[in-house]
């Protein structure tokens, strides 16, 4: 069975046991009385085989991992299950299996998989701590025992267990000692939580437990609580993920039918936009959860490293739904008989335990911090081949390739540029890489591309950022090239893929119009059929670099008898050809980076349709939709991170703990990205349809770039206000050029404003 299948599995099963019984309901009797749990329910859950997922086949489990955990744990959280799955299932399990083998393991591990023994980690003495340095609780060992004295806090479970696994000191540094509740010198307090749910406070009263209990000491002891804790942080993202997405759908149900002023909650565009943002967040944390457990699995991430981001992008995501849920339900959702309350106790209780999404994503940036030098010379030997197994290829050692690819031929001048490069300049780069053959990263091999998967796409896009390496007139390659390949005949992806491949035909892209910008539809730019010709009279507007192009794409209305979609067709035409002016545009920065482009009865020959006459709009919405995800891609957001990186070394703001958190969380908000991107490319690598979802990409990426380039301007001081570059000290560069150009990146390929209402309508079906 597969990784993907056995997630699926257990996620199905999981469903279906939880949807035995009315879980909140459950968490209502419940909430308040200890041990806040079921034993019977816990006994049920055992004979499910949820204890065992964690637990090696050779240990007597099932021998799966976190992805299996996760795919339960989701479902914890939509049901609101009472039961310590994440305590006791996921953490104290994991604690106990990462201990050396001992007799005593083995009939811990037998009673606690098969329900006999409830057992929880104490491990934690005081709030705010997210390790295991920090311990006061005394191991004396003596006579063959061992006496403990101390205490422990926000222990789950507390009252109800049948022992726990105890970190103390020990006279050889940190130990853990199995110690049965009922052992004389110890005391459970409980403690309620805002859920309902309890955590249990410990106090050892020189409490003897043989010496013999001793499962780990020194680093095994602290390795197991650290894998523990980690694993139980993802366990608890996914269980906050599975809550902001059940508040969701209750949300968007009550929105769809509770009527104010005549018409549906949800039809107000205000409400749309705040669930859509909502939305948005759900699926960066899944997209998160993902990576980073993708991460773990090739080992290029750290477990502690992937459980602070997914704990930090979970915990942010289900606050922010369940807040939310509350909000557009009114009165009633502040009322103890609205679900929605408790899913926003149970996101608050979980968000807090094990640490919160300020102190993970400080975490996240201490254990991934930004290197001085992002593009160290490397030892890449060669050669740079044109073709190769990419799947294969370690990640590590494709990095080394691109980057050392980029030292010996990238030109010094162009990197970090600050402004979009014309033709005459970037040019002998776009022959460079077409030379190589990897001119088209995310192009089907069969058509001259490199057929990257995706991790390695991502990895190709981070190294050309973090080297400086300047955008292209990439219209053909990011969407004409696509559209081709879907939609043209042999003979037109014959006629022109090489030579975009090649750099013969650099394109452009006639969308807009005067008064049909984000109203793609309502364009007029018309072609009339003249024998075997179309004849083009109308005007385009910012069109982007349309001054440096020798060809360009265009939507034309075709038929002006039908609704203002089903008249419109897709042509291919040469800028050479009589008739056509091309005027620039000066933008907000000083450059012409746009155009107006004028049609005055041009004749464009009939095998330049692409698709069918009348059907450009199907073919325009799936290159907007390849547009999205390009545009949505992390590329823009982590050169303006990298920017940000460069500025922050040669001023020494990384010591500034305020700069921190908040690179910390630009630095999330750009692996999310670079997550969701991942998924959408992998729906295109398969030859798939892209969803309308596509559109989240395109409104976080840009927002991110529009943050970044903000913070950036803040952290210049008085050189966010200077024209051009700035000295720096050990680096010169342009401030506030993100921030300039992130302002037209939410506008163009529809206004993030038009993204959420396709969201909105399309993927969230709220009413019109």
Not at 542 to 552: G, R, V
Request: charged content about 20%.
């Amino acid at each position: 069975m597969s990784e993907i299948d056995s997630s699926v599995e257990f996620r199905n099963s999981a469903r279906d046991f939880l949807r035995r019984s009315d879980q909140c309901k459950r968490v209502r009797v419940l909430r308040g009385s200890a041990p806040g749990f079921e034993r019977g329910v816990w006994q049920a859950i055992a004979d499910a085989g949820w204890l065992s997922i964690l637990v090696p086949e050779d240990q007597g489990g099932l021998g799966m991992g976190l992805p299996e955990v996760a795919a339960i744990a989701e479902e914890v959280g939509r049901s609101l299950l009472p039961e310590p799955f994440v305590g006791v299932g996921v953490q104290a399990v994991a604690a106990l299996c990462r201990t050396p083998k001992s007799a005593l393991k083995t009939q811990l591990i037998d009673d606690m998989t098969s329900g006999r023994v409830m057992a929880g980690l104490a491990w934690q003495e005081r709030p705010g701590t997210l390790d295991t340095e920090v311990i006061s609780l005394i191991a004396d060992e003596q006579d063959g025992q061992v006496l403990l004295t101390g205490s422990k806090r926000f222990v789950v479970p507390g009252n109800g267990a049948d022992g726990w696994i105890v970190s103390a000191i020990a006279a050889e540094g940190i130990a853990l000692y199995w110690v049965p509740a009922a052992t004389p010198g110890v005391g459970v307090s409980s403690e309620m939580r805002i859920d309902g749910t309890m955590m249990g406070s410990l106090t050892f009263e020189r409490a003897a437990v043989p010496r013999s209990h001793r499962l780990a000491s020194g680093e095994p002891a602290h390795a197991a609580v650290g894998y523990a804790n980690d694993a139980a942080r993802i366990a608890q993202g996914a269980e906050l993920l599975g809550i902001a997405r059940r508040a969701l759908e209750i949300t968007l149900v009550y929105l769809n039918t509770r009527v104010q002023f005549g018409k549906p909650l949800g039809s107000f565009q205000a409400l749309q936009h705040t669930i859509v943002d909502a939305y948005i967040q759900t699926e960066l944390a899944a997209a998160g959860i993902r990576d980073a457990l993708a991460g773990v699995e090739r080992g290029n991430v750290t477990l502690g490293a992937a459980a602070s981001r997914v704990k930090a992008r979970c915990a942010h995501a289900a606050l922010l739904v369940t807040r939310l849920a509350i909000q557009f339900h009114g009165a009633i959702g502040y009322t103890d008989e609205c679900d929605v309350g408790l899913y926003f106790k149970r996101a608050l209780g979980l968000a807090s335990w094990l640490g919160n999404a300020k102190q993970h994503r400080r975490r996240h940036f201490a254990l991934s911090p930004p290197q001085t030098e992002k593009t160290p010379k490397t030892v890449f030997s060669g050669p740079f081949p044109r073709d190769a197994d990419w799947d294969a290829m370690p990640e590590a050692g494709f990095r080394q390739m691109v980057r050392a690819f980029l030292e010996k031929h990238y030109p010094q001048p162009l990197r970090y540029s600050t402004r979009r490069l014309h033709w005459d300049k970037i040019q002998p780069w776009y022959f460079t890489l077409s030379r190589q053959g990897w001119i088209a990263p995310a192009w089907p091999k069969a058509f001259g591309g490199m057929g990257l998967p995706p991790d390695k796409l991502l990895a190709f896009i981070e190294e050309m950022e973090q080297y400086g390496v300047a955008r292209m007139p990439d219209q053909g390659l990011i969407n004409l090239g696509p559209v081709l390949i879907r939609y043209g005949n042999s003979q037109q992806q014959e006629r022109f893929l090489p030579k975009i491949v090649s750099g013969d035909h650099v394109w452009c892209q006639g969308y807009s119009e005067p008064n049909a910008g984000s109203d793609l539809a309502a364009l007029r730019t018309e072609a009339l059929v003249e024998d075997d010709c179309f004849v083009v009279t109308g005007q385009k507007i910012w069109t982007t670099l349309a001054q440096d192009a020798t060809h360009i794409f265009a939507l034309v209305r075709t038929d002006k008898t039908v609704k203002k979609q089903a008249g419109i067709s897709f042509l291919l035409v040469d800028l050479k050809t009589s008739g056509i002016t091309v005027r620039p545009i000066r933008n907000i920065t000083g450059d012409e980076e746009f155009c107006e482009v004028f049609f005055d009865k041009v004749r464009v020959p009939r095998e330049n349709l692409v698709g069918e006459m009348n059907q450009g709009w199907t073919i325009a919405k799936a290159l907007l939709g390849f547009e999205r995800i390009f545009i949505g891609s992390p590329q823009q957001s982590q050169y303006a991170l990298n920017q940000l990186e460069r500025m922050a070394h040669a001023i020494g703001l990384f010591d500034d703990s305020a700069f921190v958190e908040r690179f910390a969380e630009a630095q999330l908000d750009v692996a999310d990205l670079g997550a969701a991107y991942a998924h959408f490319a992998d729906v295109v690598k398969r030859g798939e349809t892209l969803p309308q979802s596509v559109s989240l990409l395109k409104i976080w990426a840009t927002d991110t770039y529009s943050r970044i380039g903000m913070l950036l301007a803040e952290t210049a001081g008085e050189h966010g206000g200077s024209e051009g570059d700035a000295d720096f000290g050990a680096v010169k560069m342009n401030a506030l050029a993100p921030l300039l150009h992130s302002a037209v990146t939410t506008i163009y390929a529809g206004t993030n404003e038009i993204q959420r209402n396709i969201i909105a309508k399309q993927v969230l079906d709220m009413p019109g």
